[in-house]
């Protein structure tokens, strides 16, 4: 009697066991890198607010007029390509950037002076992947809930153009993350001609 109980145990902990660990593997698949539907759009990344947060910009106007409403945007990249940077000063292939907008306020529960964010108005995701892009960086956007997005067309864009142009590192506009500046800086690969100041 005893052995058949102990049997039983045993076999519960390997399901258990063999479960487990291929839940991990999945997961692990999926965090890879960016998700494409067959049909090449890219999935929405459903935990990107359990990546790195790499700063906020509040109000920047390249993309605004003075008058429209101030948006802050808040940046996520995924923590292997944020620890391939800290190392290398550039960002490895499938590297994904989100940058998460929200409109602000001032007017709320105890608040006096200064803006807070509010209502969520988007996402701008920028995927690097030498293979399926010809320009090694495409750019999308989801709104409100959109699941997938296709690659903004055609490929150097105003997006890619704007980050070609302008940004400190490869594509990613370091300059205006603190944190990142500083590695660029020491690892000295901040595109020639750009401007920091
Ligand atoms: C005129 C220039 C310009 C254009 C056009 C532009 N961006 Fe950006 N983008 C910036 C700047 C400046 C930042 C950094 C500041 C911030 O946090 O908003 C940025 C940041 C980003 C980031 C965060 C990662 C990074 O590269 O630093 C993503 C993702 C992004 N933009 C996507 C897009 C998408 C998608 C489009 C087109 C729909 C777009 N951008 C168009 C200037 C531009």
């Not at 701008?124 to 090694?136: C, I, M, N």
């Amino acid at each position: 009697m005893r052995k058949t109980l102990l049997v039983l145990v045993l076999v519960a902990l390997a399901v258990f066991l063999a479960l487990r660990s291929s839940r991990e593997a999945a997961a692990a698949a999926v965090g890879d890198g960016p998700q494409f539907t067959a049909d090449g759009k890219l999935v929405r990344p459903a935990d990107y607010r359990r990546w790195i947060f790499v700063s906020s910009g509040f109000g920047m106007s390249y993309t605004q007029r003075p008058e429209d409403t101030q948006m802050f945007t808040n940046v996520f990249v995924k923590p292997a390509a944020y620890d391939y940077y800290l190392a290398n000063g550039k960002w490895p292939d499938k590297t994904m950037f989100v940058l998460e907008i929200y409109g602000s306020t001032s007017k709320g529960s105890i608040n006096k002076h200064g803006s807070y964010q509010k209502d969520f108005a988007g996402l701008d995701v920028e995927v690097k992947d030498e293979k399926r892009f010809a320009d090694k960086w495409a750019y999308f956007n989801f709104e409100g809930d959109d699941q997938t997005a296709s690659s903004i067309a055609p490929s150097q864009n105003a997006c890619w153009k704007c980050h070609d142009q302008n940004a400190a590192v490869e594509h990613s506009f370091v300059q205006f993350y603190p944190e990142l500046l500083k590695v660029a800086k020491s690892k000295n690969t901040i595109k020639p001609g750009v401007h920091l100041e």
